[in-house]
């Protein structure tokens, strides 16, 4: 039983880390904290999300687009 709990704390762990390393790069991109914390928590492509404010969309428009 241990083993899975374990097994479970490292996977919340994992996710932890992947979903605020996904932040950062939101942010580095320009969304704004709270548009950047909905998307890194999303299934939404970063390179898709950094794509769109660089052609030009507004960061809002661009989640709207991605969630």
């Given at each position: 039983m241990a083993?899975?709990?374990e097994t479970h704390i490292e996977s919340d762990n994992e996710q932890a880390?992947?979903?605020s390393w996904r932040l950062h790069v939101?942010?580095?991109a320009g969304f704004p904290l709270p548009l950047a914390e909905q998307l890194a928590a999303s299934d939404a492509d970063l390179h898709t999300c950094s794509d769109l404010l660089r052609q030009g969309c507004k960061p809002l428009t661009a989640a709207q687009?991605?969630?």
């Open positions: 083993e899975i709990t880390r992947v979903e939101l942010i580095e687009i991605l969630l």
